[in-house]
């Protein structure tokens, strides 16, 4: 039977129009998960003062709550801040905190304002600012929704030294700038932090200062509130505030049923690995390791294969009176993901949306590159796709006797100095990013369908003379299947 406080959920899930949830970038927690997540904390005692940020109607907290009443706690006394800027939630918020308001060793504290200037005022010892508790225990599900750079947000996070590019990512990091030494952080957030350069600031300042303890993940993009029908991929993690960094717990699941929740310990080199400047977090789902991880001769980077990786620069709506739908004498040729696949290259395409040329001008000369073999990787992938990493091959034959070619925003380029590459060493490249092994490392740190240059930039690569071996060896081929590609791989180890 479900409890009071998930038919509350579920009758606002449905009548709570998409429009709200999108600006105030939140969606409830259902019970299931909020349970899970309150039994990831570790036993404790004495005086608890819990953190609930973006409270909603108090799910998370209720299942805190309850686990503390049937005896999963040793605390003497329990504090609850719970943080709630939508005035229409906050009564139901206190109706759910109010059923434990008979105990004697319980307080709740009903805050119906924002949680970041709130918070950054009290950190930063403001004379004027109610200053807050340090809290032993935090349980979030924040808001998801970018901050713009010049935001009263962005402004107040900055003043306590967060830089960060989303509300979620700003309310864990001022939980963790909030919570006492041993502090336990439990959150279900957005994997996006995970990687990328947007997220750098925010990974460092959250490794600086915790340990993380434990990351379940979500098999299927879609189950965590599939209620709220949110298609972002979530993460549940906790950390714990001062800790000493040992080995990491990731757990997995298809759903918030956990029904088939499988659990793994993994050493924190396979999370964050020590070499990468980036800190990206992986999530690995399995203890045994990929044919990559366990290759002895793959381990370059770019840098050492003296290639790079660029996003492709013309951003077509600011070079919009320069493009051309069918090419002529005055134009280079414009590649789109369109025009790429894994059997080369197809341009032009007749009646394509998007066009096929752009002018060859003093405005567009410093966007091109010199024709020439190119391996390229779109960046968004279609959800109907087995693959995130989608490689191909450009073939300078394809434009006749064009001397220059234009690359769309949407694909990465692997070039040499802005120049093209020897084509087998192209061909080896392609061959081994469109390896299943390459698909399962990304997805480690990478939950959603953009593939970004810093992303590119982390994978390790066999080193030149390799690559240049696989791209013989393709050429070779009558026809390329994943399977005969993964068999190739593994003769590399």
Known sequence: MLSTVEQRRLQLSKSTEAEKKANFGQFLTPESTATFMASLFPNGGGLCYLLDAGAGIGSLSAAFLDRWQKGGFDFQRVEVNAFELDRSLTEHLSKTLGKYSHQSNFLSNIYPEDFIHAAAESLTGNLFARPLVYYTHAILNPPYKKINSNSPHRLALRRVGIETVNL??????????????????VAIIPRSFCNGPYYRPFRDFMMKRVAIRHIHLFESRSKAFKDDEVLQENIIIRLERDGQQE??????????SFADLVTHEHPFDRIVFPDDPERFIHVPTSLEKNVIELSQVIGCSLADLGLKVSTGPVVDFRLKEHLRDMPAESTVPLLYPAHVSSTGTTWPIQGMKKPNAIERNSETEKWLYPNGFYCVVRRFSSKEEKRRIVASVVEPGTFGKASLIGFENHLNLFHENKKGLPEFLARGLAVFLNTTAVDQLFRCFNGHT??????????????????VQLGEWATSQEILTQDLIDDKLRTLT
């Open 168 to 185: 979620y990512s700003a309310f864990v990091a001022l939980a963790i700038a909030q919570a006492a030494p041993g502090g336990q952080i």
């Open 247 to 256: 080995s990491v717990t990731i757990s997995t699941s298809t759903d918030d």
């Open 450 to 467: 953009q593939v970004n240059a810093t992303d590119l930039k982390l994978i390790r690569y066999p080193c030149r003379s390799v690559l």
